[in-house]
């Protein structure tokens, strides 16, 4: 008796299984996770072990990235915490098959989900609709259907990982050209399926190559998410990138998943944990908090950097990364110094001008964010008429663009257009900044 009451009170609060994150891992049968969440719990290994009868080592293999794919192991491991075993997939439940994109068996329909007609009906009435004689119900069309996923496929080989591969680049190519809200809710319906393959059966360079696809896919759907001021997502989306690419060593795809946290961070003026986490932007951040000589110093080790690395194989997440950006960071570097000098300011535009001459047309919000940033440094340098025309350019690109970081960048701009009310031309660039912005 006193050892059964032990063992009730060692067991784990139901409501962790509950949690969103949680409930993602367990479907995903992401053991790894699972573990790893309890323990920013304070549930101790020794604890996991206990409770599921694993040894201690088994327990620090599973968090060092080994799946579990047993139903054996799986059905111990959900008896031994109390997951219920639908959170697991060994029996599916609602919640979790809808969290899948699975369709839910025929018992659990809802009156909010009408069972489905019979085929006959179904379809006497599709052809009464051809004549046109039946009335159309156009209040239906703004309703979406409801997804409803294929299985993934038992084995997956590296073609299955190339198409996966292929598809990310088109979304990545419209997030560029037309701004995060042309394309996130496409990109989290990709993730929702792709996650799944993580399951099927898969050589080692398969599995190697899958996770750098689903960490470059976190990162798409982070970006996207941060470019529509989805903060709370981008983050959860950015660290499940770099998870993905520390699990198989990928240093470079982890420096990217840094960069992207590190951009979220400088965006929003959260600046000392931009500084803490990414090396790549210190010269911005040290720049927006003031420091001018560590600003300076960093952008001569980026270029030098850049310099020793320009003619290496560049991984696909890392391609944004080429001279057309170097130059902007370093004219967003010089233009946040805390002083600028003449020179350094002039330098600053130079830097503009180079980028938005070279950037292509798939990269149609950074050249925005260029001709913003150019435009405002023009006026304020005195160069007026230059800077409205480099102004009226960025918000026709604007206006292309689903994007809350373009409206947000364009602050600066709208200061500098403040401070020339009496000029005309400025009350007209205004004006339409202050339209775009409704």
């Given at each position: 008796m006193a050892n059964r009451r032990r063992r009730q009170r060692e067991q784990i609060d139901p409501a962790v299984w509950k949690r969103a994150d949680m409930r993602a891992a367990l479907a995903a049968r992401d053991i790894s996770a699972v573990f790893r969440l309890l323990q920013r719990m304070g549930v101790s290994q020794r604890h996991i072990a206990a409770l599921t009868g694993q040894a201690q080592s088994e327990i620090s293999e599973i968090l060092a990235g080994r799946q579990v794919v047993s139903y054996d192991v799986l059905a111990r491991i959900a008896d031994g915490l109390g997951v219920p075993r639908g959170a697991l997939g060994l029996a599916y439940d609602d919640e979790t098959a809808a969290l899948l994109g699975l369709s839910r068996p025929a018992a659990s329909t809802t009156p909010a989900d009408p069972p489905p007609e019979e085929a006959g009906p179904r379809l006497t009435s599709l052809t009464e609709l051809a004549p046109g004689s039946t009335p159309v119900d156009s209040e239906s069309w703004a309703q979406p259907f409801r997804p409803s996923w294929s299985r993934p496929p038992d084995r997956i080989g590296l073609s299955d990982v190339e198409r996966l591969t292929a598809i990310t680049a088109q979304l990545r190519t419209a997030d560029r050209q037309f701004g995060g809200g042309s394309c996130r809710e496409a990109v989290l319906a990709q993730l929702t399926w792709?996650?799944?393959?993580?399951?099927?059966?898969?050589?080692?360079?398969?599995?190697?190559?899958?996770?750098?696809?689903?960490?470059?896919?976190?990162?798409?759907?982070?970006?996207?998410?941060?470019?529509?001021?989805?903060?709370?997502?981008?983050?959860?989306?950015?660290?499940?990138?770099?998870?993905?690419?520390?699990?198989?060593n990928e240093s470079s795809l982890a420096a990217k998943a840094l960069y992207c946290l590190g951009r979220l961070h400088l965006h929003h003026g959260w600046n000392v944990q931009a500084v803490a986490m990414l090396h790549i932007n210190l010269a911005w951040a040290h720049a927006v908090l003031g420091d001018g000589r560590q600003a300076l110093a960093c952008i001569g080790r980026a270029r030098d950097e850049y310099g020793r690395s320009e003619h290496e194989p560049t991984p696909t997440w890392l391609s944004f990364f080429d001279s057309a950006e170097l130059q902007a960071l370093r004219g967003m570097t010089l233009a946040h110094l805390p002083d600028p000098t003449p020179q350094q300011r002039a330098e600053a535009i130079e830097r503009f001008s180079f980028s938005t001459a070279v950037r292509s047309q798939p990269f149609a919000r950074s050249r925005t964010f260029d001709l913003i940033a150019l435009a405002w440094l023009l006026i304020d340098s005195g160069e007026v008429d230059h800077g409205l025309r480099v102004g009226h350019e960025a918000l026709d690109s604007a206006t292309t663009i689903r994007s809350q970081r373009v409206i947000d960048r364009l602050a600066p701009l709208r200061a500098s257009l403040a401070r020339r009310r009496s000029h005309p031309d400025a009350r007209d660039l205004a004006n339409r900044i202050a339209t775009f912005r409704l």
């Open positions: 792709a996650s799944q393959l993580l399951r099927a059966r898969a050589d080692q360079a398969t599995t190697d190559a899958l996770h750098r696809a689903l960490a470059d896919l976190h990162l798409l759907a982070g970006w996207t998410s941060f470019d529509l001021g989805v903060l709370g997502e981008a983050r959860r989306h950015f660290a499940r990138a770099l998870e993905h690419a520390r699990f198989i």
